[in-house]
C-alpha cells in the first residue's frame, strides 16, 4: 500500500493535492483513499492531507503514521513541531520539500538518513503558492512511478473543472512541470509493508505528581494573559498601511480585524500590532481607499533588518 501525507498552509491547495493524487490512483485501478487533517481552520495555518492507495481493499483508516512519501509544500514548516512534517519517518520514508535549497542542505540541516528532494521553488511571493498543490500532487504521482501522464492530467481536469478552464489549464500546467522535473527520480517511493494489527508496541507510561493547577499550569490559561501568545509569529503575509492613502476610516479595519490586531489613536491613524496579527489579511479587503497593502513576511523581515544594518 502507498501511503503518502502533503504538507503546507492553509490556502496552498493540500486538500486539492490530496484529491487529485487519489483521483489519478483511482484512474489506474487502486483503491484510494484521501482526506485533510486542519489544525486551525484559517488561511495560513499549518494543515496535512494523506492518500492511501491499494490494489486491494483499503482496511485502514485515520492518519497515517508510517508514510512512504511525505511532501512538503512550504519549507518554513519543517522547523515548526506543531506541524509534525518529520513525525512517523522511518527508514523507509522518502521526504520532497518545495524549496530553493539543495538536497544536500536538507540532509545537513534535519540530519536523517531518509532520502530527500527537493521541487525547486518558483514562486518568490507566498500569496503566489495557491497552485503549489497541483505541482505537489504532479511530483507525487512520477515518485510513485504507477501513474501515466495521461491519467495524472485527467485526474486534474476531474478535480479543478468547477473552477473553469483557465484555472484547470493553469494547474495542469504547474503538475506536469513538476512530472517531468521528478523523472530522474521516477518510482523512487515504493510500497511500505502492511501494518500489522497485533505486532505492536505498547507506549510507555509516564507517571506524574499530582499539584496544584495554580502551580501545574502554564500561567498563559490564566485569565487576562492572550497577549503574551504571540500569535504574530504565524504570519506568512504582512499588511502594511500606507498612511498617504489612508483617510481614516478608523472603524473599517479596526472593526473588522478578528483579533483586535488594529489600534487607533487619538488623531485616527490605525496602528498594526504585529506581535499579534496573524497575517488574515481581512483588513486589506475591507479598505475602502486600499491603503493597505499584503506584502510578504520574509520580505518584510529583511527590509527591518536591512534598516536596522544602515
Known amino acids: 500500500m502507498y501511503r503518502i501525507r502533503f504538507h503546507g498552509r492553509g490556502g496552498q491547495g493540500m486538500k486539492t493535492a490530496s484529491r487529485i493524487l487519489g483521483t489519478a490512483f483511482f484512474l489506474e485501478g487502486f483503491e484510494v483513499q484521501d482526506a485533510p487533517r486542519y489544525g486551525a481552520e484559517r488561511r495560513g495555518a499549518p494543515i496535512f492531507a494523506y492518500v492511501r492507495a491499494n490494489r ?93 501522464r495521461d491519467n495524472l492530467s485527467q485526474a486534474i481536469r476531474d478535480e479543478i473543472a468547477p473552477l473553469g478552464s483557465a484555472l484547470v489549464e493553469t494547474n495542469l500546467s504547474k503538475a506536469l512541470h513538476a512530472f517531468e522535473l521528478m523523472e530522474p527520480h521516477a518510482g523512487s517511493v515504493t510500497e511500505g509493508k502492511d501494518i500489522s494489527a497485533t505486532d505492536f508496541q505498547a507506549p510507555d507510561w509516564v507517571d506524574l505528581p499530582f499539584e496544584n493547577a495554580r502551580i501545574a499550569a502554564p500561567a498563559i490559561h490564566a485569565a487576562a494573559t492572550s497577549v503574551e501568545v504571540k500569535t504574530g509569529l504565524w504570519r506568512t503575509l504582512r499588511p502594511v498601511i500606507d498612511y498617504a492613502r489612508c483617510n481614516r476610516c478608523w472603524w473599517v479595519c479596526s472593526t473588522f480585524c478578528p483579533d483586535g490586531a488594529i489600534d487607533v489613536d487619538a488623531d485616527g491613524q490605525p496602528h498594526i500590532d504585529y506581535d499579534h496579527c496573524k497575517g488574515c489579511m481581512v483588513c486589506v479587503a475591507q479598505c475602502p481607499p486600499h491603503a493597505i497593502e499584503a506584502i510578504s513576511e520574509q520580505a518584510a523581515q529583511q527590509a527591518e533588518q536591512q534598516g536596522a544594518e544602515a
Open 56 to 148: 486491494q481493499a483499503i482496511q485502514e483508516r485515520g492518519v497515517i503514521h508510517r508514510p512512504d512519501l511525505v511532501i512538503v509544500a512550504d519549507d518554513s514548516l519543517v522547523p515548526v513541531p506543531g506541524a509534525g512534517v518529520l513525525s512517523d519517518l522511518d527508514a523507509h520514508s522518502v521526504l520532497l520539500i518545495n524549496s530553493d535549497e539543495t538536497p544536500e542542505v536538507w540532509q545537513h540541516r534535519l540530519n536523517i538518513q531518509n532520502t530527500i528532494l527537493t521541487l525547486p521553488a518558483e514562486a518568490e511571493e507566498r500569496a503566489e503558492l495557491r497552485f503549489i498543490g497541483a505541482a505537489c500532487a504532479g511530483a507525487a504521482a512520477r515518485l510513485v512511478g504507477v501513474i501515466s
